[in-house]
């Protein structure tokens, strides 16, 4: 497949630019317009069918070709985050407090590459839905977008999304088949004492030590809960309460983050932590309340779709920029909302090992991260092969 990297990487520089001044006018979740408004004058100027506005500042561009029945899905997300770029780089955020901290910014950019690629030379018999979605940092875009009907307005037989992962090398592939990325829930629990004088705590009812205890506890669960084979993460990522030394407070919060990568484990977890927060509340007398948010659903690859994911990685790059089956990972993806409706799977590009600021390896949601520029060629010419491996012509299925 070198012919097809030359050809991508010969015009990636349009698309490098491209990406760098996405990067420059970062836009937070559900606030994506000028980057949405690129992105569909991009695909309209080169043929594509688009819809804009799903899911609030989604965009969806089809391209038709000839009479095949197969309908394929790829997906690019395109929001920041709230985040004060420290990257260095000459296309830093204008933006005070945003900035493309996760490489959204590369992965429109990958998409749109092979967007005016395919409808310029590609060769493909069927139907092609590039789904451009906002808000996949926390604002759930990908449900927003299915509930806007982006399924039912634009079927696929089946559905992909790359990710770009620091700490692998620029280029190289991993696929996972099965639960790939974790679920996240949230919960905030509301502990209600009695307060009183630190001198005189039996006049009181401590709703910071029932805290701690229940900070305690909770680490019991993935230990003794859950079976040791499975991935389970409870964190408690913060505990607010008291002003002074001498004064015990009415009130203490704290704000639990949990990760599973088994639908079971998932609902595990959270009956276990609400019969543990109830119950070591009582013990210690004061009130529990508890908010239980559920995240992101587990993310899981299907096999026959990761089976072409990987035999395209492996043709595109070679076998040994390929890892066939991946770990897990804890991180969390909205994506797994569309591959609980449509089989599909989701792809890894490592952004490179530097870690430094400013160079691929820094790791995502840093101040210091920056998407690998030499991806856009690489990531844009996998997309392009996979739309044309999964809607083969009939030319095509015949040599294969």
């Given at each position: 497949m070198?012919?097809?990297?030359?050809?991508?990487?010969?015009?990636?520089?349009?698309?490098i630019?491209?990406?760098?001044d996405?990067?420059?006018?970062?836009?937070?979740?559900?606030?994506?317009?000028?980057t949405a408004?690129?992105v569909?004058?991009k695909?309209?100027g080169?043929g594509y069918?688009?819809?804009?506005g799903?899911?609030g500042?989604g965009v969806?561009g089809?391209?038709?070709r000839?009479?095949?029945t197969?309908?394929?899905?790829?997906?690019?997300?395109?929001d920041a985050?709230?985040?004060?770029e420290?990257s260095?780089a000459g296309?830093?955020?204008?933006?005070?407090?945003v900035m493309h901290?996760c490489?959204?910014?590369?992965h429109t950019?990958?998409?749109?590459?092979?967007?005016r690629?395919?409808?310029?030379?590609?060769s493909?018999d069927g139907t092609?839905?590039?789904?451009?979605?906002?808000?996949?940092?926390?604002?759930?875009?990908?449900l927003?977008?299915m509930?806007?009907?982006?399924f039912?307005?634009?079927?696929?037989?089946a559905v992909?999304?790359?990710?770009?992962m620091p700490?692998?090398?620029?280029?190289?592939?991993?696929?996972?088949?099965g639960?790939?990325?974790?679920s996240?829930?949230?919960?905030?629990?509301?502990?209600?004492?009695?307060?009183?004088h630190g001198?005189?705590p039996?006049?009181?009812a401590d709703?910071i030590?029932a805290?701690?205890?229940?900070?305690?506890?909770?680490?019991?669960?993935v230990?003794?809960?859950i079976?040791?084979l499975?991935a389970?993460?409870?964190?408690?990522?913060?505990l607010?309460s008291?002003?002074a030394n001498?004064?015990?407070p009415?009130?203490?919060?704290?704000e639990?983050?949990v990760?599973?990568l088994?639908?079971?484990?998932?609902a595990t977890?959270?009956?276990r932590?609400?019969?543990?927060?109830?119950?070591?509340?009582e013990?210690?007398?004061?009130r529990?309340?508890?908010?239980?948010?559920?995240?992101?659903a587990?993310?899981?690859?299907t096999?026959?779709e990761?089976?072409?994911?990987?035999?395209?990685?492996t043709?595109?790059v070679?076998?040994?920029?390929?890892?066939?089956?991946?770990?897990?990972?804890t991180?969390?993806?909205?994506?797994?909302f569309m591959?609980?409706?449509?089989?599909g799977?989701y792809?890894?590009?490592?952004?490179g090992?530097?870690?430094?600021?400013?160079?691929?390896?820094?790791?995502?949601?840093?101040?210091?991260?920056?998407?690998?520029?030499d991806n856009?060629?690489?990531g844009?010419a996998?997309w392009?092969?996979?739309?044309e491996?999964?809607?083969?012509?009939?030319?095509q299925?015949?040599?294969?």
């Amino acid at each position: 497949m070198t012919y097809l990297l030359q050809a991508l990487q010969a015009r990636a520089g349009e698309f490098i630019s491209l990406r760098r001044d996405i990067h420059r006018h970062p836009e937070l979740a559900f606030n994506e317009h000028r980057t949405a408004r690129l992105v569909a004058d991009k695909l309209e100027g080169w043929g594509y069918a688009v819809h804009r506005g799903m899911g609030g500042t989604g965009v969806v561009g089809s391209l038709v070709r000839g009479s095949g029945t197969r309908r394929l899905g790829i997906r690019a997300d395109m929001d920041a985050l709230p985040i004060s770029e420290a990257s260095g780089a000459g296309w830093s955020s204008v933006h005070a407090g945003v900035m493309h901290a996760c490489g959204h910014d590369g992965h429109t950019a990958m998409l749109l590459a092979a967007a005016r690629h395919l409808a310029e030379q590609g060769s493909f018999d069927g139907t092609l839905h590039l789904i451009f979605q906002p808000a996949e940092e926390g604002g759930g875009g990908a449900l927003r977008m299915m509930e806007d009907g982006l399924f039912e307005r634009f079927p696929c037989d089946a559905v992909f999304a790359m990710h770009n992962m620091p700490g692998i090398a620029q280029g190289h592939f991993v696929l996972r088949e099965g639960a790939a990325m974790a679920s996240s829930d949230y919960a905030t629990v509301t502990l209600t004492g009695t307060g009183g004088h630190g001198a005189m705590p039996h006049r009181a009812a401590d709703p910071i030590v029932a805290a701690a205890s229940i900070v305690m506890a909770l680490q019991t669960i993935v230990s003794r809960n859950i079976d040791p084979l499975q991935a389970a993460v409870v964190t408690v990522g913060a505990l607010h309460s008291g002003q002074a030394n001498n004064v015990i407070p009415a009130q203490a919060t704290l704000e639990i983050s949990v990760r599973a990568l088994d639908r079971e484990v998932r609902a595990t977890l959270e009956l276990r932590i609400k019969a543990l927060v109830a119950a070591q509340a009582e013990s210690l007398g004061v009130r529990a309340q508890i908010d239980w948010r559920p995240g992101y659903a587990v993310l899981v690859n299907t096999p026959s779709e990761t089976t072409l994911a990987r035999a395209v990685a492996t043709e595109l790059v070679g076998a040994e920029r390929v890892t066939p089956q991946g770990p897990p990972l804890t991180g969390s993806e909205d994506f797994a909302f569309m591959l609980e409706r449509v089989p599909g799977s989701y792809v890894l590009i490592g952004n490179g090992t530097d870690g430094s600021p400013g160079a691929g390896g820094c790791m995502v949601h840093n101040p210091g991260y920056d998407f690998n520029d030499d991806n856009v060629a690489t990531g844009s010419a996998y997309w392009v092969l996979l739309a044309e491996r999964y809607l083969a012509t009939q030319e095509q299925a015949s040599l294969s």
